[in-house]
């Protein structure tokens, strides 16, 4: 079931209404029971896998709080029990890591290692690879002593299903998600209405723009070889707005959602296409992975604490284990690879001023190029689109004339693309100095309405019916 299918129209008023009428102290139960069914009608095969990853998490997470309540007379006892919650910990990541390996990474091993792949083909389970992080994390904390384990089965499975984020996060944390989904709570009318508009903000995003730019950018990318010039550099701006779009958009739609309910997901976007260096841009792209991967792949490397090569080494791998996590290919390994290389150097470089604009110009572009090994089906089309980007510019009149022709677009519809477009980014730019919605919401009603309506009929008028695709995040 996808935010923008019929199926969900119907589900989400549903479930919405049954929730609030339902006693409080089974809300959870129903909840839970709703995200199972929500996740089933996306691929029923898997739901023992999602409910083997919560029960083996949970049992492990139950294992290392009890560790710590054996006695501990004397130093052997103390390094026996520090063992002992060493094995746990490494028997749950062995497990978990190994699970999401066996569905998403095993035929690419097969390959990287010169081996036919085995008979058997495994499907990717949708979400494996955000509940698999969710789990490890709350894994971690545990182990860490951030917070105690929780000893309720049923709420640590609706921590971990817990259909709005389910599929494609924002990736929970145990201290923030779970007390809120155990809580009690009345029903929030400007919360549930501050949900609804964030989700249509999340539905512009998707329906309207992603969706519109969606097919000239799969015939480029998906056929490089019969393309050349400034059709490339443009259909990978295009590609770096598609790919916001789809995935704030499907964010949005979350964090929304999850309002309805009285819940309050991770912010996970915040305007990234406005940074001034690539650190800042991973500061507001996928806000919950780049936490999670500096939390628990980043520090405990060592971080910045010791010595600048450690530093570059440690962001490096640190890049390229995030760009394998997006994909079994290596096109997506040199994509992290080149995110790793862009935050060595400007560790290397350490500019004193961030002139505003020629900044903001400057990542944008190197995130576009970064876009290129993610985007393109593999390594060898990547050297294709990047290696004929500039054919023909000495004739830049032809140069352009040429894209455009490749594009197969009139000027009129180029125009019709760019007016969504445009109002995304002053929506964007807007939303770095104040929360928009909040700030519409406020307006007098003979203002906000007539904004909510011409909104409404944007979507409506510039949304791209009947092509929806799922959201571009499904596959990782």
């Known amino acids: ?85 060493k094995i746990y910990l490494l028997a749950g990541i062995l497990l978990l890591v190994g699970c999401l390996a066996v569905f998403k990474y095993l035929d690419f091993f097969f390959e990287a290692a010169g081996l036919t792949s085995p008979a058997i083909q495994l499907m990717l389970p949708v979400g494996i690879s955000f509940y698999t992080f969710q789990t490890l994390g709350y894994l971690i904390d545990v182990y860490r002593g951030k917070y105690p384990a ?45 949900g609804l508009k964030l989700m249509a903000v999340g539905y512009f995003k998707k329906l309207v723009i992603a969706e519109l730019l969606a097919p000239s950018i799969n015939s480029i990318y998906d056929n490089p070889a019969d393309y050349a010039g400034l059709v490339f550099p443009i259909a990978t701006i295009m590609f770096a707005i598609q790919i916001y779009c789809d995935f704030s958009g499907y964010t949005d739609i979350a964090i929304g959602c999850a309002k309805l309910f009285g819940i309050e997901l991770q912010e996970n976007f ?11 841009f991973w500061s507001r792209w996928h806000i919950s992975l780049s ?10 490397l060592g971080g910045s604490r010791k010595g600048t090569f450690r530093h570059c080494l440690n962001l490096a791998l640190t890049f390229l284990v995030s760009g394998l996590w997006h994909g079994a ?72 004339k040429n894209a455009v022709i490749s594009l ?34 406020s307006c007098r009603p003979w203002i906000r309405y007539p904004v909510y309506i011409l909104f ?20 990782f």
């Open 291 to 300: 936490a999670w991967f500096r939390d628990y792949v980043y520090i405990p």
């Open 150 to 194: 929780e000893r309720h089965f049923g709420y640590y499975c609706l921590f971990v299903s817990f259909f709005p984020q389910l599929l494609s996060g924002p990736i929970g944390r145990g201290d923030i998600l779970l007390p809120q989904l155990k809580k009690i709570r009345d029903f929030d009318p400007a919360q549930a209405s501050y």
């Open 1 to 85: 079931m996808i935010f923008h299918s019929i199926m969900f129209a119907v589900f989400l008023p549903v479930i919405f209404i049954l929730y609030w009428i339902c006693p409080a102290k089974y809300r959870y139960l129903f909840l839970l029971a709703a995200s199972f069914y929500f996740y089933m009608q996306m691929d029923r095969r898997y739901i023992l896998l999602l409910l083997s990853t919560a029960a083996l998490s949970f049992f492990l997470a139950l294992a290392l709080q009890s560790a710590d309540s054996l006695p501990e007379s004397g130093k052997r006892a103390k390094r026996n029990i520090r063992i002992l919650k």
């Open 408 to 441: 197969d677009m009139s000027y009129s519809y180029m125009i019709y693309l760019c007016i969504p477009i445009l109002l995304l980014a002053v929506y964007d730019y807007v939303s770095l100095k104040t929360d928009v919605i909040a700030r519409i919401s």
């Open 270 to 280: 915040k305007s990234p296409y406005f940074s001034r260096s690539i650190r800042e």
């Open 329 to 400: 290919g290596f096109h997506y390994i040199v994509w992290g690879a080149v995110h790793g290389i862009y935050q060595i150097l400007e560790i290397w470089i350490k500019p004193k001023r961030r002139h505003g604009f020629s900044s903001l110009l400057l990542t944008f572009a190197g995130v576009c190029f970064a876009w290129v090994f993610f985007r393109a089906d593999t390594l060898q089309d990547a050297w294709i689109i990047l290696s004929r980007s500039l054919y023909g510019i000495g004739d830049f009149s032809s140069y352009l």
């Open 456 to 475: 409404l009929l944007i979507i409506l008028l510039f949304s791209e019916k009947g092509v929806s695709t799922e959201f571009y995040y499904f596959q």
